[in-house]
């Protein structure tokens, strides 16, 4: 298991400033003096053209984190600390003024396709509506986009199956219209919230493999959120590590990988199955 490399040297920091910079990011649901936090001062910086890979077991806070970055917290949850996209401060912010980045300059992949489209309408019609919320277009205009996107993302007969409805796909291939409908605004920064768990492995490489071809051709930057390590040594440049909340590591995957400072990363790694090794 081998950490994923981009064209700049493996372990080197990059130049540029962060296009997301979080500071001390804090959630808590209650009352204040009886607050519980489930997320508990995170840092995270995610540039360009880079993928952030998001570890930990579940319930540790990663899709917490994630849907405060999108202003999606649940009723009762506050976040505190520091959101900077862009140079822009988000904590803070109304819904309305959220909903005009939400899909446009962030968007999300949920990990269950399934319940995140809408069964009464055909997959082409959602994207093209993703499309027309963010963009001065005609539904012609949105239609053939959204077939654009449906064949970037390796949609077989797209314009066939502009029409067809959720059900009508497999779950691999929801997932990609999924991908579809969160790109086609060409967004700046892309959160992936375990979005291959509920698929099989040959599946789950083809998704894998479409987003970082997908990054490859964009430069988008990337959070990829997962409980997999197998999976983020693919995906990631840097590693955050995540565990009851709190950020335990963090730094470029080749480091994570080679040389782990936290016990409890080093015990994720021992978890992860191996082919080369010998079964006890």
Do not use: W
């Given at each position: ?10 372990g ?23 607050a ?8 995270l ?58 899909g ?18 055909s ?63 060409e967004p700046d ?12 492995v ?8 479409l ?28 590693i ?20 782990p400072?936290h ?18």
């Amino acid at each position: 298991m081998s950490p994923r490399r981009t064209t700049a040297e493996a372990g080197t920091a990059p130049t540029t400033a962060p296009l997301l910079e979080v500071r001390d990011l804090t959630v808590e649901f209650g009352e204040a003096r009886r607050a519980t936090a489930v997320v508990d001062g995170v840092s995270l910086n995610v540039h360009r053209g880079r993928t952030l890979g998001v570890v930990g077991e579940s319930g540790s806070g990663k899709s917490m984190t994630s849907l405060a970055l999108m202003g999606l917290l649940p009723v009762g949850a506050r976040a505190s600390g520091s959101v900077v996209f862009d140079g822009e401060a988000l904590l803070g912010r109304t819904d309305a003024q959220m909903r005009r980045l939400r899909g446009n300059r962030i968007s999300m992949v949920f990990q269950d396709p399934l319940s995140s489209l809408n069964p009464y309408y055909s997959v082409g019609f959602q994207i093209a509506e993703a499309y027309r919320a963010h963009r001065n277009a005609s539904r012609k205009q949105a239609r053939a986009v959204a077939v654009e996107a449906m064949e970037q993302v390796r949609i077989p007969s797209p314009a066939d199956r502009y029409d067809h409805y959720p059900h009508q796909f497999s779950g691999g291939m929801r997932q990609r219209i999924m991908i579809a409908m969160a790109l086609v605004c060409e967004p700046d920064l892309l959160i992936a919230d375990e979005p291959t768990t509920a698929l099989d492995v040959t599946v789950q490489a083809r998704i894998l493999e479409l987003l970082s071809g997908l990054q490859e051709q964009t430069g988008i930057a990337m959070i990829f959120i997962t409980h997999d390590l197998a999976v983020v040594s693919q995906m990631a440049d840097d590693i955050l590590v995540m565990r009851h909340g709190n950020q335990v590591e963090a730094g470029p995957a080749e480091c994570i990988f080679s040389a782990p400072q936290h016990e409890y990363t080093t015990q994720l790694l021992h978890a992860t199955p191996r082919i080369d090794g010998q079964v006890h």
